[in-house]
């Protein structure tokens, strides 16, 4: 007979947790054969009795005066209907920039303490800033499904490393090494929300073709798939889901219908429409009733001073940015809608956060492509407006100007990536029926980001283990919130915070605020300011929330006290080494060019492969380069060799009914064809690209087994730093748009043997 230890074990072998039999129950009797043995009941893992349901809805680039419910000029039923009906946060934080938010608010841990106090896309190697986060950092997502929950991440998930992005791993910060048992979305920080590059899990997925399609609804659809799901099973578990939209960051795309339905809405000017968001949020009781608006920042004229195109321009661009959010609203409510037909709402935490305030990254006249602003290009209202009538749609990538964003963060100093309150204090709605038994309040307590981890752990019952990942849990850096559901005047936890982002940084303690005015121009990459003369003001936060009022000289020795409690807290949670995006940018090109030599600026595929990262890629996109495709050809072959980007820029050398071709779309969205007259028999052959980068633009060569037979010329202004965000490095087929208009991946007819790549070692 097995000892009982033996049973022991083999139980715990079953069942992946070390469970005990229940004290009454009789030790299992295991004989050789199952005729004189007596089996153990199988124990089976589950979360808490009647533990709600968790659904987290984070939203990209939100101001916290957008929202119809926080007193906002954009349409959102759904959620101003879920405000009615549970508790608004008016005093909620986040950082900066989105990473850094998600990651916060995942791990219940500050940005810096998990590794990524920015960007992740530019991670740099300090212990706050390289992108890994630590194992021991259990995700809400990893502590739940330990607890019993299924846990879904639907959306954005952009704080990863860039280079762990693609199939070939490592997944160790994909959300199924994150806790997440199913994954859907985009691994970048923005998405085309009619073609994007999204993953099932770990798998490519292949958009259908529908001519009507869009990213929000999708993700709406697949949501509501998921939570049906569980009735495969008679004792549903409860879930964790992660909704986290594209909506509302770059690129502002909508339906035409939505589009068409503001039409005229903003023609009134951001002065006016931030005088009317204050007095309604003075009505709300959002904010005091003295509450004054901050200045115009620097940049921002008064509308009353702009031309008529400039008006007709800046008018279009957040008509877009407005249907947007109002179609993600939308299909947000199919989701609350579905659920409350299965009986599930009343006993679902739903939680609606930003990850930052309204983004200012549209530069002062805004951008008709997002790309022209990452490789320092600023277009005109007069290059904007040759785009007015498709602003929006498939064929732009648009951003609005920065008054906007200053309007959409009412009553709040700046925007996103600044330390102001415009960047981190943004909206905030929970509802849970079952659990929360006021309906239609406001809640004022300061909280941040950090809070919300702690937060649905006490609402589901749920008690973090000692050990997550294989490793000891560290300890989480916030507090639950949950004592507030239902005590109004219930205490702040939260004293000190402190915010950090590329050399903006602030700290709050105790009602105060000390805030260092570092790089206002965040649309800016390449002209950062000097860290070491940077200089601190200081604003009484409890009685002036907008930070209005500099208090810096009038009271030195508060400021000193607040400078002494940030170097603290930075020293605390890997803030240092302070650093510019410059300094990111510099150290990234750094090592890319050690990563190019160890290639000896070389790149060799053995046959196809598909959706590499820029950042894993060969640097085509910034190099002069060749690529020669040693094939083996059918007649009339079509396809692609190579392929980089898309339609919103990119590059793709490919075949035609036999014929070589290269097609390049500029950033600017002007597209070059270069062709062969001549079709290649059958057979093998050796196909060449010579892309020759100059001041002005580019030439290029095309050779067939050593024989030219296409020249041309590519105009600039060329990339100099990446065609696009979200779409990819491709040999074989191109699987995310095409920069050549050709239908779907145009998979290679014909053989690969190879395609070797070159780049020259310097940037033109």
């Given amino acids: ?230 009735d495969s099973k008679p004792d549903r578990r409860p879930f964790f889901m992660y909704w986290a939209t594209g909506a509302v960051h770059s690129p502002h795309q909508a339906p035409e219908s ?107 006249d805004g951008l008709y492509s997002e790309f022209l602003m990452a490789n320092g290009r600023y277009p005109g209202v007069e290059e904007n407006l040759e785009h007015y009538e498709e602003w929006g749609g498939p064929d732009t990538y648009p951003h609005y100007p920065m008054g906007w964003a200053v309007a959409g963060n009412t009553p709040f100093q700046y925007y996103k990536q600044t330390a102001y309150e415009g960047a981190v204090h943004v909206p905030m709605i929970v509802s849970w029926p079952k659990g929360i ?7 004022n307590q300061y909280l941040h980001a950090i809070d919300i981890a702690d937060t649905v752990f006490e609402s589901a019952g749920v008690e973090p283990p000692a050990e997550i990942n294989g490793t000891e849990q560290i300890p989480f850096d916030g507090t639950s919130i949950a004592r507030t559901f239902n005590k109004a005047d219930a205490p702040s936890s939260r004293t000190v915070q402190y915010y950090e982002m590329y050399g903006n940084r602030a700290i709050y303690a105790d009602g105060w605020k000390a805030v260092v005015p570092h790089r206002l121009k965040t649309w800016d990459f390449t002209t950062p300011p000097s860290l070491e003369t940077d200089t601190w003001q200081l604003f009484h936060i409890a009685d002036d929330i907008n930070e209005r009022v500099d208090l810096a000289g009038k009271k030195p020795d508060k400021l000193a006290g607040l400078v002494e409690i940030f170097q603290e807290q930075a020293q605390k949670y890997n803030v240092f080494p302070l650093a510019n995006t410059g300094d990111a940018q510099r150290l990234q090109a750094k090592a890319a060019a050690e990563r190019m030599a160890e290639h000896d600026y070389r790149w060799t595929y053995d046959g196809p492969v598909e959706r590499i990262p820029e950042a894993l890629a060969p640097p085509v996109q910034t190099h002069s380069f060749s690529v020669t495709a040693e094939v083996d050809l059918p007649e009339r072959t079509n396809g692609v060799l190579m392929a980089i980007g898309g339609h919103n820029g990119g590059m793709s050398f490919y075949l035609e009914d036999g014929r070589p071709h290269f097609t390049f779309r500029n950033i600017d969205l002007v597209t070059t064809q270069l062709s062969s007259s001549e079709a290649l028999q059958a057979g093998p052959a050796s196909i060449s690209l010579d892309f020759k980068r100059r001041q002005d633009g580019a030439d290029v060569e095309i050779e067939v087994s050593g024989r030219t037979v296409a020249t041309g010329a590519v105009p600039g202004p060329l990339p100099v730093f990446l065609f696009t965000s979200n779409e990819t490095f491709d040999i074989g087929s191109d699987t995310g748009s095409s920069a050549a208009g050709y239908d779907g991946r145009f998979p290679f007819t014909g053989v690969i043997d190879s395609v070797k790549v070159s780049v020259e070692p310097s940037v033109k």
């Fill in 258 to 364: 939505y589009r068409l339905a503001y039409r005229g809405r903003f023609d009134q000017g951001w002065d006016t429409v931030r005088e009317k968001t204050l007095d309604r949020q003075k009505s709300l009781g959002i904010v005091p009733a003295e509450t004054e608006l901050p200045p115009r920042p620097e940049g921002m004229p008064a509308w009353e001073d702009l031309s008529a195109d400039q008006k007709k321009s800046y008018a279009r661009a957040m008509e877009v940015f407005a249907a947007q959010l109002t179609h993600a609203d939308h299909e947000f409510g199919r989701i609350l809608a579905s659920m409350k037909a299965r009986n599930e709402l009343d006993n679902t935490l739903i939680i609606v956060i930003a990850d930052n305030g309204a983004s200012a990254e549209g530069a002062p």
């Fill in 437 to 443: 038994a006021a309906e239609g309040e406001q809640r």
């Fill in 1 to 230: 007979m097995i000892s009982t230890l033996g049973s022991a074990a083999l139980i715990a072998g079953i069942s992946g947790t070390w469970l005990s039999l229940p004290a009454a129950a009789q030790a299992p009797v295991i004989n050789q054969y199952v005729s004189d043995s007596d089996p153990y009941p199988i124990p089976r893992t589950g979360a808490p009795k009647d533990a709600p349901n968790v659904l987290v809805w984070m939203i990209d680039d939100l101001g916290f005066g957008q929202l119809g419910a926080f007193g906002g000029p954009i349409d959102t039923p759904s959620l101003d209907t879920l405000a009615a009906n549970g508790l608004v946060y008016t005093n909620y934080h986040t950082t900066p920039i989105c990473s850094a938010s998600r990651a916060a608010l995942l791990t219940g841990r500050n940005s810096h303490t998990v590794h990524i106090g920015g960007h992740s896309a530019m991670s740099i190697g300090f212990t706050g800033h390289d992108a890994r986060v630590p194992r021991g950092a259990g995700t809400i997502a990893a502590n739940l499904k330990q607890a019993g929950y299924l846990t879904y991440a639907i959306g954005k998930w952009d704080h990863l490393p860039p280079e762990h992005s693609s199939q070939a791993g490592p997944f160790t910060y994909w959300p199924s090494g994150q806790g997440f048992d199913k994954f859907y979305g985009f691994l970048t920080y923005d998405a085309d929300n009619f073609s994007p590059v999204l993953w099932s899990d770990h798998t490519p997925v292949q958009l259908p073709e529908d001519p009507d399609y869009h990213l929000t609804s999708d993700m709406a659809d697949k949501a509501i798939d998921w939570i049906g799901l569980r």
